[in-house]
């Protein structure tokens, strides 16, 4: 079964600061692999996808790539802003979506 | 894009008592829909899934069930509640699996 991890599960940076977030995955046969981003009591954001035979994906100041080999995938959001503090999950399409626990991001002003 | 909605938002309900849950997609036809239950700490789980007008499939057996009566309507129900059913409840859509995935703004369930 697939299994998606997410490290850090909490990471608080100054305002400005580029940062990375880390998704893993255990089985490399996936269809694509989502980013999505969930505020709290609300529900999840799509923010980027990525197909199984592409390498990146960019939307604004958001870039998703994508190592089906090694099984990951990054999300790096480029001077970041207290408007980004939310969780943000990762899902590997197999047979059905394979969520992440997230990654809690705070960004201070 | 789609737009998923969902009722009620948040619902309070004794254990016991029959539940429920109503989603509705617009801006798109015959879509996938999911249904997951996100408890306080821990990730998605999915429930149940469809691809079409009574077509149901369960991945977690319990005292949840689905029905689909029309294309863009996907109901979660429970004849009576546990106090494990406490969560938040999320509908989703996609159109393939090489599609994204969409999601509505949950349903928050306390069982008391």
């Known amino acids: 079964k697939q299994e998606v991890t997410q490290i850090p599960a909490a990471l608080s940076v100054p305002e400005g600061e580029n940062l990375v977030l880390n998704c893993s995955f255990t089985?490399?046969?996936?269809?694509?692999l989502q980013w999505f981003r969930q505020d709290p009591g609300k529900g999840l954001t799509s923010l980027l996808l990525?197909?199984?035979?592409?390498r990146e994906q960019t939307s604004g100041r958001l870039n998703a790539s994508l190592d089906k080999s090694s099984g990951r995938s990054t999300l790096y959001i480029a001077a970041s802003q207290p408007g980004d503090s939310a969780t943000y999950l990762c899902a590997a399409r197999g047979n059905q979506f394979y969520f992440g626990t997230g990654t809690s991001l705070t960004v201070i002003p | 894009s789609q737009t998923i909605h969902q009722w009620p938002a948040t619902l309070v309900q004794p254990v016991g008592s029959p539940l429920s849950l109503e989603c509705t997609v617009e801006?798109?036809?015959?879509?996938?829909l999911y249904w997951y239950r996100q408890a306080a700490g821990r990730g998605l789980q999915l429930l149940f899934y469809s691809v079409g007008i009574g077509q149901i499939s369960s991945e977690v057996p319990q005292n949840l069930s689905a029905s689909r009566p029309q294309d863009r309507q996907f109901i979660l129900s429970s004849k009576k509640l546990l106090l494990s059913d406490s969560g938040f409840y999320l509908c989703?859509?996609?159109?393939?699996?090489?599609?994204?995935?969409?999601f509505g703004p949950g349903t928050r369930l306390t069982v008391l």
């Open positions: 989703a859509s996609g159109r393939s699996s090489y599609n994204e995935q969409f």
């Open positions: 801006g798109t036809s015959n879509p996938n």
């Open positions: 089985d490399s046969a996936i269809y694509n």
């Open positions: 990525i197909q199984s035979s592409q």
